[in-house]
């Protein structure tokens, strides 16, 4: 065994079944499609087994387009990367060729294409001198040196969006380009208008993808600015609404990401089954030092299915069936009772990657739900509660760790989103635990995840009811073993 092998079974840190490189930084998922029987992810990649990552001269770490596939969403296999530098874009195909577009890795508001005329995602051709998109509305406010970029085809025209803010202190915003050949663009529009009763005057429009969900049209995006409180940005959220003729209208938006979570960069694929898959990445809540010094950064999240709800005004969540594959050493328990004030200690079941799917019962607590990854004396833990009265789901991590390197516990600690439920028949909760990472979907109606770091040790867990009485009709839980 080599020595950065031991290492990395000594890391208890690292996730055993989640998709993460061998060493250095994951980031933004760039690209995602199913192309000829297989999934096929590129990610932004900066390798550290090096004296120190490459960088331009303003401080930017180069990073490359990194390239997975998979038959499964399982088990992945990294091959060349397609890009020795590049920034957040996306793929699609124009004319029957597959296509990246991708802001120039020196900055300055440009965007350059990369073809791959032998459709097989593996040999892309691009001159980095080039760029074939510059972005003439730029200005005060804006990203001059990064504009992240998607583009599609429609009819004999390729469109594209960029730019990711409008003029300083009117929000976020995209700006619509198009062309008959990828190379002479003309500017056409402004695509959408920011509203105020939806984002802030602060916000941005970054890793945008454009695409088709039910009857309406989804802008998937993500938001750099920070909560009031919170370390991490506010990240990743959606516009659903119709795309007519060249502009946007939207009628609803929401978070994907809600305060304090972890979900960055988010980016979709289409299959035959007409399942939309999305994916992104579960950034740190460690030190930058803690994560040089074991060798890796972020993680690939679990694929998670999305359709839109009825009525059309969110969207709905479930994890991708594939992963049942991972599922060793089922254990079920039925009719359980957890007393006002208490917690049930689950006979058999704990760990560090597990599959919990709990169905709650009648209840009249104020809060109840789990606690995982419990050391034996209770100092660490992760409580996963649903309200009554604030008819909410939380994620509190405040005691998921007591290392001195966990960087997010300098703001608040508490991830809460919406959520109602019938205390009649209570609320269902999937679960998926990966060491730091955690996962969960209230019902179909959110998804939550949250990076954690307890030590070894801490593998209990408990269900817990606060304030009055819970049953819980059933709980099924699974050891999830590792990808190949």
């Known amino acids: 065994m080599s020595a950065g092998q031991e290492k990395t079974l000594q890391d208890h840190d690292r996730p055993v079944w989640h998709y993460l490189p061998e060493e250095g930084l994951l980031w933004d998922p760039c690209a995602a499609i199913k192309w000829q029987g297989r999934y096929h992810v590129f990610f932004l990649h900066s390798s550290w087994a090096q004296a120190g990552p490459p960088r331009r001269s303003d401080g930017y770490v180069y990073k490359v387009w990194a390239h997975i596939s998979s038959s499964d969403l399982v088990n992945w296999e990294r091959h060349p990367d397609a890009l020795k530098r ?11 060729t597959p296509t990246l577009i991708f802001p120039h890795p020196d900055g300055g508001g440009a965007s350059c294409i990369a073809s791959n005329p032998e459709g097989d995602l593996m040999s892309w051709r691009f001159d980095p001198r080039h760029p074939v ?12 040196r990064s504009n992240d970029v998607t583009a599609w085809q429609e009819g004999d025209w390729c469109y594209a969006l960029t730019g990711t803010r409008d003029i300083s202190g009117a929000g976020d915003a995209l700006y619509l380009f198009r062309s008959r050949d990828l190379q002479d663009w003309e500017y056409v529009d402004r695509f959408f208008q920011s509203q105020r009763r939806w984002t802030d005057a602060g916000d941005d429009c970054s890793c945008p993808q454009l695409f088709e969900l039910g009857d309406r049209w989804m802008l998937l995006h993500f938001c750099h600015r920070r909560p009031q409180g919170y370390v991490r940005p506010t990240g990743s959220r959606f516009y659903l609404g119709h795309h007519r003729g060249q502009r946007f209208e939207a009628e609803a938006f929401g978070p994907i990401n809600w305060p304090g979570g972890n979900f960055h960069a988010p980016r979709c694929l289409l299959d035959e089954d007409g399942r939309r898959i999305l994916f992104a990445n579960l950034h740190e809540g460690r030190s930058q030092a803690a994560c040089e010094r074991s060798g890796w950064s972020g993680v690939l999240s679990m694929p998670v299915v999305i359709s839109l709800a009825p009525g059309g005004g969110t969207i709905l969540y479930e994890p991708a069936a594939e992963l049942e594959a991972l599922r ?40 109840f739900g789990l606690v995982l990854r419990r050391s034996p ?46 205390p009649e028949t209570g609320p269902r909760l999937r679960l998926f635990l990966d060491r730091s990472v955690l996962e969960l979907f209230a019902g179909r109606q959110r998804f939550l995840a949250q990076r954690i770091y307890p030590g070894p040790e801490a593998t209990g867990v408990r269900l817990f009811s606060r304030g009055g009485e819970t049953a819980v009709g059933r709980l099924r839980a699974w050891r999830l073993g590792r990808a190949s």
């Open 328 to 367: 060793r050493e089922p254990r079920e328990l039925r009719g359980l009772l957890v007393e006002d004030d208490g917690e049930l200690e689950l006979p058999g079941i704990a760990g560090d990657s597990l599959e919990l799917d709990v169905e709650f019962g009648r209840t009249n607590a104020e809060e």
């Open 86 to 96: 590049g920034q957040t874009g996306g793929l699609f195909v124009f004319k029957g």
């Open 133 to 144: 998109l510059r972005h003439p509305v730029q200005g005060e406010g804006l990203y001059p």
């Open 377 to 422: 004396d209770g100092s660490e833990q992760t409580r996963i509660s649903f309200t009554r009265e604030a008819a909410a789901i939380r994620i509190d991590f405040s005691r998921s760790g007591g290392r001195a390197d966990l960087d997010y516990l300098q703001g608040r600690t508490l991830q809460e989103a919406p959520f109602r439920f019938d």
